[in-house]
Nanobody, 115 residues
Framework: QVQLVESGGGLVQPGGSLRLSCAAS????????MAWYRQAPGKQRELVAA???????NYADSVKGRFTISRDIAKNTVHLQMNSLKPDDAAVYYC?????????WGQGTQVTVSS
């Protein structure tokens, strides 16, 4: 049974940075897409950033230029470097690994942006 475990969330002041990580436990092969989503209270879950097996990246307009997604293929890990954080970035962040025959989600990690 594969589980995705996120880490790196926490409290940060506006303008600060955080680095989220998501690692898969168990054997997993042929990940087509690794992605980060977020969900703020009262809002729908939204795609933040994604990276494909061909290293093509995609970002939500609201985070372009501030967030960077990267992956470590050998470790089946995806990272999200978040810079210049704003209060609107506060949410629970979820990672997702999507393959041709599976769709795994992490349990979520809280990001709070407040002074």
């Amino acid at each position: 049974q594969v589980q995705l475990v996120e880490s790196g969330g926490g409290l940060v002041q506006p303008g600060g940075s955080l680095r989220l990580s998501c690692a898969a436990s168990g054997s997993i092969f042929s990940i087509n897409v690794m992605a980060w989503y977020r969900q703020a209270p009262g809002k729908q879950r939204e795609l933040v950033a994604a990276i494909t097996s061909g290293d093509i990246t995609n970002y939500a307009d609201s985070v372009k230029g501030r967030f960077t997604i990267s992956r470590d293929i050998a470790k089946n890990t995806v990272h999200l470097q978040m810079n210049s954080l704003k209060p609107d970035d506060a949410a629970v962040y979820y990672c997702r690994f999507l393959g041709s025959r599976y769709d795994y989600w992490g349990q979520g990690t809280q990001v709070t942006v407040s002074s």
